[in-house]
């Protein structure tokens, strides 16, 4: 089991910075890659962006350039750093590990909303 809990999140006004961490727990030495996602209200979840446990990153196309993913192994934790922030960056955040067993785990979400 790995447990995974979320911060960072809050209000700020377009064009703002925020970061969001996620520091897991539990069985997390078996954890692979690391990712952030988000679900805007009556959207689908979709994939912000992914790490690897060797640190190559992948993101969305509406937000390379401006948002950046890193790790800390050491500290199991995983960032999000997002700046020059858009209204439609609204929504909530979820963290989400794989583990070297292919199982899949969710943080509880943190609330990110981009004022105009």
């Known amino acids: 089991q790995v447990h995974l809990v979320e911060s960072g999140g809050d209000l700020v006004q377009a064009g703002g910075s925020l970061r969001l961490s996620c520091a897991a727990s539990?069985?997390?030495?078996?954890?692979?890659?690391m990712g952030w996602y988000r679900q805007a209200p009556g959207k689908q979840r979709e994939l912000v962006a992914h790490?690897?446990?060797?640190?190559?990153?992948s993101y969305a196309d509406s937000v390379k350039g401006r948002f950046t993913i890193s790790r800390e192994n050491a500290k199991n934790t995983v960032y999000l750093q997002m700046n020059t922030l858009k209204p439609e960056d609204t929504a909530v955040y979820y963290c989400?590990?794989?583990?070297?067993?292919?199982?899949?785990?969710w943080g509880q979400g943190t609330q990110v909303t981009v004022s105009s």
């Open positions: 989400n590990v794989i583990t070297v067993f292919a199982f899949s785990y």
């Open positions: 539990g069985s997390s030495s078996s954890i692979n890659s």
């Open positions: 790490i690897t446990r060797a640190g190559t990153t």
